[in-house]
């Protein structure tokens, strides 16, 4: 147990009330160009993807956000005094972002990503409240979490935060750049880009000493955002990597499914600088040469040729028979980073479903792949992409027919 930790929290309950209206009593910023400041960290937080439900108002909750021990639904971040954040005080709210405590004394479920916003500087978080304080409030009481015990026991997640969560504000490295310095504060904290793309072990926690070499989020698997070649971004420039947060697109792959809300919630409304400073800090992240990773591709006539008249048939129309694509429009197969996936769910529920692309004022057509759940056996979505994994230049491993069963199950079984 964090002995630090324990005497900070018996320390707050000495405090008290005293303490909180002590902090409170320091008058804030709520000038016109704080609000937007506010905003505009918002926007590079994400928070309007997870805080708003399909068909509901804005900031107001409710959306389920499915994890591999159930769905945890978001909190109302609207005002309103009953339901949402309108009686929370500056303190209460700065507490919810760096110790994922609520005003209540609950812990929050780090479904909330406060393992990386406790990374915000005092300033920034006030400037986030300020801005949500200008929403207009709705009610909405936020459904229960469905979650076994005893998950369902909130002080489970004292145990959960002793393991695996670390607070503190985020402190810049002297002997980097202040460009490298940004672009880590958002990755790091604001962007929260390792709670997807970081693999976790049995207990949801991130394994830090793996940290961005891809993970489960929402049901898809994001991708490695290290360097190394193949999956990671080792052959991406830094121009490319700020094209696809600014447009959804470049020349080597479109963000779809939870990315593509990425792109149009949060990344798109970021200054260039800010972008640029993302792409300096991704491509200075550890690497390799892929050795570690390496894949061995299918060599299976049989599998390889029926994956083929597959592509022909139901794929060459948009990415074309050289695997090449439409510059622009349909992503290549052609060295397609995405396909070189060590975990294929995401790629399974591309075929399977279809997604939408990120629509953006750069890339307003918002084109779709389509799903080929009711066209293509299990077997015709295995044999394919195992096919696209081995040619066209690419040199990832095959594709059981067991797993295109088992994302089509969990297709079925999604609320």
Same mark, same amino acid.
Request: aromatic share 8%; hydrophobic share 40%.
């Given at each position: ?67 591999? +021990? ?7 971040? !609207? ?13 209460? #709210?700065?507490?919810? =972002? ?66 695996? +969560? ?45 940290? #961005? ?106 990415? =074309? ?8 429009? +349909? ?35 918002? +084109? ?17 992409? !195992?096919?696209?994994?081995?040619? #066209? ?23």
């Amino acid at each position: 147990m964090n002995v630090r930790r324990l005497h900070a929290a018996l320390a707050a309950v000495l405090l008290g009330v005293a303490g909180i209206a002590i902090a409170d009593s320091v008058p804030r910023d709520t000038s016109h160009a704080e609000i937007m400041r506010g905003r505009y960290l918002v926007e590079a937080g994400d928070c309007a993807a997870c805080h708003t439900a399909d068909g509901g108002q804005p900031f107001a909750g409710n959306r389920g956000v499915p994890t591999p +021990f159930g769905t945890i639904y978001s909190s109302n971040l !609207t005002p309103d005094d009953d339901t949402g954040i309108g009686t929370w005080s500056d303190e209460d #709210f700065w507490r919810a =972002m760096h110790d994922g405590v609520s005003r209540d004394g609950r812990h929050l479920y780090p479904a909330f990503p406060y393992p990386w916003y406790t990374k915000l500087s005092h300033d920034d978080v006030l400037a986030i409240k300020a801005y949500l304080d200008t929403l207009p409030a709705v009610r909405s009481v936020a459904r229960a979490p469905e979650l076994p015990l005893p998950l369902r026991w909130r002080g489970s997640l004292a145990v959960w935060n002793a393991l695996f +969560f670390k607070e503190g504000e985020f402190v810049p490295d002297p002997s980097r750049s202040a460009e490298w310095n940004r672009g880590a504060y958002l990755v790091e904290g604001l962007g929260h880009c390792g709670a997807c793309h970081s693999p976790k072990n049995v207990l949801g926690g991130v394994k830090r000493g793996d940290r #961005f070499e891809g993970g489960m989020g929402e049901g898809w698997f994001a991708t490695s955002l290290r360097r190394s070649r193949g999956e990671g971004l080792g052959d991406w420039s830094a121009d490319e990597i700020v094209a696809y947060l600014k447009t959804g697109a470049n020349d080597r792959a479109r963000a779809m499914g939870p990315m593509a809300e990425v792109v149009e919630h949060s990344t798109r409304h970021l200054s260039d600088a800010d972008l640029h400073a993302i792409a300096v800090y991704l491509k200075d992240l550890p690497g390799d040469d892929g050795a570690a990773h390496a894949q061995q591709a299918s060599t299976d006539h049989d599998v390889l040729t029926r994956g083929r008249l597959v592509y022909l048939d139901q794929c060459a129309g948009c990415h =074309m028979e050289n695997g090449e694509g439409v510059a622009g429009v +349909f992503p290549p197969i052609k060295g397609n980073t995405g396909l070189h996936a060590s975990d294929t769910t995401s790629l399974a529920r591309l075929v399977l479903e279809g997604a939408h692309s990120a629509r953006t004022p750069d890339k307003p057509e918002g +084109f779709a792949m389509p799903g080929f759940a009711g066209k293509l056996s299990d077997r015709d979505v295995a044999d394919v992409l !195992t096919y696209v994994r081995a040619s #066209f230049g690419n040199g990832a491993g095959p594709v059981e027919t067991s797993k295109i069963a088992s994302v089509r199950k969990s297709l079925h079984e999604a609320p």
